[in-house]
T-cell receptor, first 112, second 112 residues
């Protein structure tokens, strides 16, 4: 059973701070990694994808990937109250069947 | 700009009743997926369809059936609903799994 592990939180950060969300995965052959944001009562929304080791930046969001350590992270700079949501880490299976395994999510609370 | 459309949004069933959840996408995506989301369990894959004409079981297929009616539509059927199937159901689509999913708005199903 392929696993994706996240700390459930809640992670509380003050407005304007950097929020750091972490994820580990078990499938060493995985090549595609995603971060989704899910507001309470809403559906997940893709915010970042990363495929190569290193950092990928998009606005206030930076995804970091370390395949050797099987570790993915998401940094949110200048956190805003509107960033308060659950963040889901997702990893595409290496078997080529286009399936994705999701973590259970980390709840982020940005305190004004 | 519809994306992925799910119907219904809410449903209450009695144990043993049957129903079909409908999903349609207008993005010309090849792959479609059905997930359920339960508190503390994250998103779990029920069934997926990598392309029109094919369907495969995911992590939790028992008690469900699916039909990929055409490239746009992918339905999920509960033949004899059980209280354990109380959940939020999400349909998703993707050009390929490696490029991330677009989710529908979800169906909140309660089985009493």
């Amino acid at each position: 059973q392929k696993e994706v592990e996240q700390n459930s939180g809640p992670l509380s950060v003050p407005e304007g701070a950097i929020a750091s969300l972490n994820c580990t995965y078990s499938d060493r052959g995985s090549q595609s990694f995603f971060w989704y944001r899910q507001y309470s009562g809403k559906s997940p929304e893709l915010i970042m994808s990363i495929y190569s080791n290193g950092d990928k930046e998009d606005g206030r969001f930076t995804a970091q990937l370390n395949k050797a350590s099987q570790y993915v992270s998401l940094l949110i700079r200048d956190s805003q109250p509107s960033d308060s949501a659950t963040y889901l880490c997702a990893v595409a299976d290496s078997g080529g069947y286009q399936k994705v395994t999701f973590g259970t999510g980390t709840k982020l609370q940005v305190i004004p | 700009n519809a994306g992925v459309t799910q119907t219904p949004k809410f449903q209450v069933l009695k144990t043993g009743q049957s129903m079909t959840l409908q999903c349609a996408q207008d993005m010309n995506h090849n792959s479609m997926y059905w997930y359920r989301q339960d508190p503390g369990m994250g998103l779990r894959l029920i069934y997926y369809s990598a392309s029109e004409g094919t369907t495969d079981k995911g992590e939790v297929p028992n008690g469900y059936n699916v039909s990929r009616l055409n490239k746009r539509e992918f339905s999920l059927r509960l033949e004899s609903a059980a209280p354990s199937q109380t959940s939020v159901y999400f349909c998703a689509s993707s050009e390929t799994g490696e490029r991330g999913y677009t989710f529908g708005s979800g169906t909140r199903l309660t089985v009493v």
